[in-house]
């Protein structure tokens, strides 16, 4: 048995998030987008803690009072707490996603715009079918899927009953 080979992969908003709180305070604000799209491109090239260590450089070269510094502590604490999962030149790489918007964009699809429809109401199991039903449409699936129904249902319900016609008799 082959074991799947799984990867962590802190998501690149996420990360953006930290860098536009601590570009604010290193940047002038008209420059603020530059400083965040340089720092970006750098950890999207796996130098994450080399962006860390510049972001504290920078604070402390600017003699920043601890209030004014948290942003940019927070930021280069975080990308060296998680620089093992902010490889990104390798996952890109191998092809896997570095955002959960693409996922989340279909969560949203699939699950939310059907379940929250007004006056809507289904236990468990109904909401499960009506789940597999909708990701089968979305997947372009669906005529396939409509054919083995049926032949299952023939299956199940009629042709048991004209192999043993006898079945049919009363």
Same mark, same amino acid.
């Given at each position: 048995?082959?074991?799947?080979?799984?990867?962590?992969?802190?998501?690149?908003?996420?990360?953006?998030?930290?860098?536009?709180?601590?570009?604010?305070?290193?940047?002038?604000?008209?420059?603020?987008?530059?400083?965040?799209?340089?720092?970006?491109?750098?950890?999207? %090239?796996?130098?994450?803690?080399?962006?860390?260590?510049?972001?504290?450089?920078?604070?402390?070269?600017?003699?920043? %009072?601890?209030?004014?510094?948290k942003s940019t502590d927070s930021c280069a604490t975080y990308l060296l707490?998680?620089?093992?999962?902010?490889?990104?030149?390798?996952?890109?790489?191998?092809?896997?996603?570095?955002?959960?918007?693409?996922?989340?964009?279909?969560?949203?699809?699939?699950?939310?715009?059907?379940?929250?429809?007004?006056?809507?109401?289904?236990?468990?199991?109904?909401?499960?079918?009506?789940?597999?039903?909708?990701?089968?449409?979305?997947?372009?699936?669906?005529?396939?899927?409509?054919?083995?129904?049926?032949?299952?249902?023939?299956?199940? %319900?009629?042709?048991?009953?004209?192999?043993?016609?006898?079945?049919?008799?009363?």
């Open positions: 048995m082959r074991i799947a080979e799984s990867h962590v992969i802190c998501d690149i908003i996420h990360v953006s998030g930290y860098l536009w709180k601590a570009g604010k305070v290193l940047s002038d604000e008209e420059k603020s987008g530059l400083w965040v799209s340089d720092r970006l491109r750098q950890i999207l %090239n796996g130098r994450s803690s080399f962006v860390a260590s510049g972001i504290r450089r920078s604070a402390t070269r600017r003699r920043l %009072n601890k209030r004014t510094r707490s998680h620089s093992q999962y902010l490889k990104y030149d390798e996952y890109l790489s191998k092809g896997c996603p570095i955002a959960t918007g693409v996922i989340e964009g279909a969560c949203r699809h699939l699950v939310k715009d059907r379940m929250e429809i007004t006056g809507a109401r289904r236990g468990l199991k109904g909401a499960e079918a009506i789940l597999r039903l909708r990701a089968v449409k979305i997947s372009g699936d669906f005529q396939d899927y409509r054919k083995f129904h049926e032949q299952q249902q023939y299956i199940r %319900n009629h042709r048991i009953l004209y192999q043993n016609p006898t079945v049919l008799e009363d």
